[in-house]
């Protein structure tokens, strides 16, 4: 099943007097791009929520916000002085060798990572709940994402239905092309020895051998076998890569027919083809 790389999930839960709300969003990327933003007080679970979200959604541009919200949540936050200091000597050394003055040290400080730390602890049952929200979260996505996923699927298989109705297009042409080199090779051979005999089996000889330079039966059976692997490869499991590299043999099958055919309406439809191959090639950016 197709799923796209786009989808949105969220979810809240009451966890001790707090409600803890939590949402994903994905769009496309090669490779998993995760971003959080979590409470100071879910800090510890970080590295599991990071190991948990590459199994559930694979790849992509993930952002996953953690709110806290709920009237006994008063969390205390509290000033790190020493480290605010730290900050503070750098500055000032950094603007010294720059020779800069009159810099406001104060608002560039209070913005620096663990400036404030959280007294706030939570405990390792909320814990355990929040990472509960997330995995609910990260399976809403997973349904949105096969959603748009079944709209991807049947607008690629408009554009490859055209590829396979040129094809066949260009097989009944293909039919009539060889009588006509044939045909047109004769009439310049006699053109050019003037009502001269003709060496019939020098001819068709030639003629063999053209037939083998431009045939395109080969090609066009490779792509039709191209084009029902590419079917058949949308029924699995995150197959948007392998969908790419077959989108590449497509294309390369395409190509080698129109430089092989040497038949100008045979061009046009190959011209046709390439549009509906490159209108794939753009949907699959999003499909994971």
């Known amino acids: 099943m197709l799923q796209s790389m786009t989808g949105f999930g969220k979810t809240s839960g009451q966890i001790g007097g707090k409600t803890i709300d939590v949402e994903i969003r994905s769009l496309n990327s090669k490779q998993l791009d995760l971003n959080m933003r979590l409470p100071h007080s879910y800090y510890a679970i970080e590295p599991e929520i990071r190991t948990l979200i590459p199994n559930l959604l694979d790849r992509g541009k993930v952002d996953l916000y953690i709110n806290i919200a709920g009237t006994e949540n008063k969390s205390k936050i509290s ?24 810099i406001q040290y104060l608002p560039l400080i209070l913005r620096m990572p663990d400036v404030f730390k959280s007294e706030e602890k939570a405990e390792k049952k909320e814990l355990e709940a929040v990472l ?37 297009k ?8 060889i009588e006509k080199l044939r045909e047109r090779l004769l009439a310049k051979i006699n053109e050019g020895v003037s009502g001269r005999n003709v060496d019939m089996n ?52 395409i190509n080698t027919i129109g430089s092989k055919a040497n038949d100008a309406e045979i061009q046009k439809h190959v011209v046709e083809m390439k549009d509906e191959l490159e209108k794939i090639k753009e949907q699959l950016l999003n499909i994971l």
Do not use: W
């Open 79 to 102: 000033l790190n002085k020493a480290v605010a200091k730290e900050y503070a000597k750098e500055f000032k050394s950094l603007a010294k060798d720059l020779n800069e003055k009159d």
């Open 170 to 177: 260009i097989a009944k042409m293909d039919s009539s092309r």
């Open 202 to 253: 020098r001819f068709e000889q030639e003629i063999i051998y053209y037939i083998e330079k431009f045939d395109i039966n080969e090609e066009k059976a490779r792509l039709r076998t191209h084009c029902n692997y590419f079917r058949t490869t949308m029924n699995e499991p995150n197959g948007g890569r392998k969908l790419g590299f077959i989108v590449q043999e497509i294309g390369r099958e």
């Open 132 to 168: 509960a929200l997330v995995r609910k979260a990260a399976e809403l996505v997973t349904k949105f994402r096969q959603q748009e996923g079944k709209s991807l699927r049947k607008d690629i298989e408009s554009h490859l239905a055209v590829i396979e109705g040129n094809e066949k």
